[in-house]
């Protein structure tokens, strides 16, 4: 009978250890996909100041096309459409970017759990303000 117990326990044992592994798995994959989120927010940014860049150079433009390079390819656009899409890329950016941000303090308030941490407190859920609420606040510039 002691035979018995033994194998049984060695048979929990492996079970423990299965589990431990597929919870330290799953803990390793969060908290990879929390990085990847926060490189992506970071590489997405870069995209964003970029384009930002470019829309100002566009306006101090006296042209009425610009050389623009597209992947491989340079084409001449007439200025008005080039600010057309780096405007509608700001904004598909923007919302990637909020996406992610949005998105975050859920995963990694997952991943504390799963780690047997107390969720983040504090300002951990603070969003800035959009530009209308800004508008909101601020008093009215005189120019």
Same mark, same amino acid.
């Given at each position: ?35 990847? %989120?926060? *490189? *992506? ?9 970029? &384009? ?27 200025? &008005? ?8 890329? *700001? ?17 990694? &308030? ?8 107390? %969720? ?20 009215? *510039?005189?120019?």
């Amino acid at each position: 009978m002691l035979h018995h117990v033994t194998r049984m326990t060695s048979v929990d044992d492996d079970m423990d250890t299965e589990t431990l592994l597929e919870h330290v798995t799953a803990v390793e994959r969060l908290a990879e996909e929390i990085l990847a %989120d926060k *490189q *992506q927010v970071v590489d997405l940014d870069r995209k964003r100041n970029a &384009n930002r860049e470019a829309l100002r150079v566009l306006r101090r433009s006296c042209e009425k096309k610009t050389w623009s390079c597209f992947g491989n390819v340079f084409i001449r656009v007439p200025n &008005n459409d080039l600010d057309r899409m780096l405007r509608r890329d *700001q904004e598909i950016l923007d919302g990637e970017i909020n996406e992610l941000r949005d998105g975050l303090p859920a995963k990694v &308030n997952r991943l504390r759990k799963m780690e047997g941490e107390a %969720d983040v407190k504090g300002f951990g859920s603070l969003k800035s303000l959009s530009r209308e609420e800004l508008s909101g606040i601020l008093p009215k *510039q005189k120019h």
